[in-house]
């Protein structure tokens, strides 16, 4: 209106305005709060529904790991009755299994591995045969020790074990230094075969023709001695053979090659008339026994079971050449040393 004018307020006394301006400055006031409070009140908004979808979201998942426990216990639980219904407990032990289980202990000792053997507790029957006498038998082995003894131990593996295949390997680098390698060999059992009326042993290889009438038993596909014998003819007949091994065979045999060369410790050296003379201990694995002989060795002569002959003898150690077989069967020499023992020098 043309006359009017705005009343004087007091903000010091808001309690003497008229009521009109009282409630306008009441609603402004709520508004003014509201927009404050509005950000706030957003953020908690949204927190509360992402704090509903990941309590969803958490359901959900815990509805799946009680799913995939449950499917793994009928898993294991088929998977056992399989085993219960394809696998034989093995009772009885055949005289191979603890001769291969010792070679391999020897072959780990010969070539300064640290092995530990599992107890064999089920056998697989060999699904290659028309019937049931024969099963494998999984053999746990555990290797600790250098990679170059590993290889040396793994290339000689099928000599001492010429039946044995792999199952499983697993090789770690230690921390401190070395390698762990894990390995599960299946090692052949032969169980008592049925026999036929006419004698026979009644089970034959998939595939193959069965030997002639008046033949039957004479021919065992698993023999493992029989396999080492043609292993053995094999190598005779490689040009290696008569290189390395054929002289070594024609000359005598002496004490000190009888001894493994991995219990021997060089002590020491002396010299008498001017030969340079060694001197070796026996002892155990575990530790040098005080009281074995002493045994003194120059140039050239023959030491260990493996043909090993001393190269060089000097203050801290002896070397020796040995002749060993590959995996492909070729004979070839190595060169092992000896160091003098820390309590010698």
Do not use: C
């Amino acid at each position: 209106m043309p006359g009017a004018r705005w009343p004087k307020l007091n903000p010091r006394q808001p309690w003497g305005w008229p009521v009109f301006w009282q409630r306008v400055s009441l609603a402004l006031a709520i508004v003014i709060g509201a927009l404050l409070v509005a950000p706030w009140w957003l953020s908690a908004w949204d927190a509360f529904t992402d704090a509903q979808a990941s309590a969803q979201a958490l359901a959900r998942t815990q509805a799946d790991i009680r799913n995939a426990q449950q499917r793994r216990a009928q898993l294991a639980q088929d998977l056992a009755q399989r085993l219960v219904e394809t696998s034989v407990l093995v009772q009885t032990v055949s005289a191979e299994l603890p001769a291969v289980s010792q070679a391999l202990t020897h072959l780990a000792e010969r070539e300064s591995l640290s092995l530990t053997l599992v107890d064999w507790s089920t056998a697989v029957p060999v699904s290659a045969l028309k019937k049931g006498p024969l099963q494998q038998v999984p053999v746990h082995v555990q290797l600790h020790g250098t990679w170059s003894a590993w290889m040396r131990w793994w290339t000689q593996l099928p000599e001492v074990a010429p039946l044995a295949t792999l199952s499983r390997l697993d090789l770690q680098a230690q921390p401190h230094g070395g390698w762990r390698a894990q390995v599960v060999l299946h090692l052949v059992q032969r169980l008592p075969a049925p026999v036929t009326q006419q004698g026979s042993s009644g089970w034959q290889l998939a595939g193959v023709p069965s030997p002639p009438e008046g033949e039957v038993g004479l021919v065992d596909p698993v023999d493992a001695r029989a396999w080492q014998h043609t292993q053995s003819q094999h190598a005779q007949q490689h040009p290696s053979y008569a290189r390395w091994i054929a002289p070594e065979l024609q000359r005598t045999r002496t004490p000190l090659e009888a001894l493994r060369r991995e219990r021997l410790r060089y002590v020491g050296q002396i010299s008498q008339a001017g030969v340079q003379q060694a001197l070796l201990r026996e002892s155990e694995v575990t530790g040098a026994a005080s009281h074995a002989p002493i045994y003194r060795v120059a140039v050239g002569d023959y030491v260990g079971q493996d043909f090993g002959r001393v190269q060089t003898i000097t203050a801290d150690q002896l070397t020796l050449r040995e002749l060993v077989r590959d995996a492909h069967g070729v004979w070839q020499p190595r060169d092992v040393t000896l160091p003098l023992e820390d309590g010698a020098k």
